[in-house]
């Protein structure tokens, strides 16, 4: 296991990072090399394993010492996630943030529309790197393309600010797929790439489906085929085919700005449990308005996040408020027996606990 450190400075310098390696044994890596973005990584680490470090160029500190959790293998069936998008302004984020280091997930991942009003570059540090500054510090954030990321150099900026995995198929990370413990996440982009039956995203998204052991899959991308507002019924037609037949257990969005859960959805395979979709828009952007569609299970609009507990073949997920009060949530178990048909999701449903604006998208 391993994790990459970066960090940008002012003017060119050079790299290094100490850090407690395997047994809290003190270890560093550097690189001489003068430049302006730094990327190192730390490794191997222990699978899970609390990890401490400082950052440093030109051998002066820059940051204080944090810690962070190392990726977790494949025999780990114990971790929580966390799950965000449309992160717009300051204030929002930096709430979110907050709870992200009292909730303490593995890792984020992001829905899109990291960077308002168009994804430049200059906007990097005052609307995202500053706001979410103490969760970035123990903790990464794994993004998908939004059509705001997209409409600077097609999303060149999340390109270079966010090191993320390769796909193995193209010379860039637009679309990619890790595996955390007993859980596979796959990140689709349905912003700048082709998504169509017989496009190299689609056929890899086959392919890392079809041959995945991982008990749970997790696909996330920017628009939702679901949603009481803007379902993008192409994805609903080309992508939902494939979520179903390769067992995809929940696919995260954004893009509406509320929050949304459906029914486990079943429309092109003739058996298996469904899949849930469900719609983290709560960072910051202007609140949608909700058109209900039939697939709902629970929908609101309000600004939060999600956070997902994995316990072997059981996953939790919780709906939470900026103030950390939970207002849905649904359970996912899978059966002991891999031919046995999965029990329904459970489900808890609270009111919003305050009132919110319902603005235009």
């Known amino acids: 296991m391993s994790v990459s450190v970066s960090w940008t400075t002012d003017s060119p310098a050079t790299s290094r990072v100490d850090y ?27 699978s899970g394993a609390l990890t401490c470090y400082q950052v440093f160029s030109n051998d002066v500190a820059l940051s204080e010492r944090s810690c962070f959790r190392a990726p977790r293998g494949p025999a780990e069936q114990v971790f929580r ?20 280091v009292l909730d303490q997930p593995d ?31 123990q903790g990464p954030i794994l993004p998908a393309i939004g059509n705001h990321d997209a409409e600077t150099d097609r999303a060149g900026p999340l390109l ?35 998504y169509g039956e017989g496009s190299v995203q689609f056929d890899w998204l086959v392919a890392t489906l079809a041959s995945s052991d991982a ?31 390769y067992g995809v257990d929940v696919v995260f969005s954004g893009h509406a700005h509320l929050y949304e859960r459906t029914i486990p959805i079943r429309l092109f395979a003739s058996s298996g449990p469904g899949v849930v979709y469900m719609t983290e828009g709560g960072g910051g952007a202007v609140l949608s308005s909700i058109h209900r569609i039939p697939e709902s299970a629970y929908v609101s609009v309000g ?37 046995a048909a999965r029990p329904a999701p459970r489900t808890v449903k609270q009111r919003w606990p305050h009132a919110v604006s319902r603005e235009p998208h």
């Open 20 to 46: 407690t390696g395997p047994d809290g044994l003190p270890m560093s890596v550097s690189d001489a090399t003068v430049v302006l973005k730094h990327v190192l990584r730390l490794g191997p680490l222990p």
């Open 81 to 100: 996630f966390a799950v965000i998008g449309d992160t717009d302004g300051g204030a929002v984020p930096s709430q979110i943030a907050a709870r992200l």
């Open 107 to 137: 890792l984020a991942i992001h829905m899109g529309d990291v960077v308002y009003p168009d994804g430049s570059e200059d906007s990097y540090d005052e609307q995202f790197f500053r706001p979410f500054a103490p969760w970035l510090a």
């Open 160 to 194: 270079a600010d966010f090191v993320l995995p390769g796909n193995g198929v193209t010379t860039d990370s637009r679309f990619y797929a890790f595996r955390q413990g007993s859980v596979l996440f796959v990140c689709l982009d349905d912003e700048t790439s082709a």
């Open 215 to 245: 008990p749970w899959k997790v696909v996330y991308f920017h628009e939702p085929p679901y949603s009481s507002d803007h379902s993008n019924l192409v994805e609903r037609l080309v992508l939902c085919p494939v979520f179903e037949r």
């Open 303 to 339: 600004f939060g996040y999600l956070l997902a507990d994995v316990d072997g073949r059981t996953l939790s997920i919780t709906a939470h408020d900026l103030d950390g009060n939970v207002f849905d949530s649904v359970v996912l178990q899978k059966p002991d027996d891999p031919g």
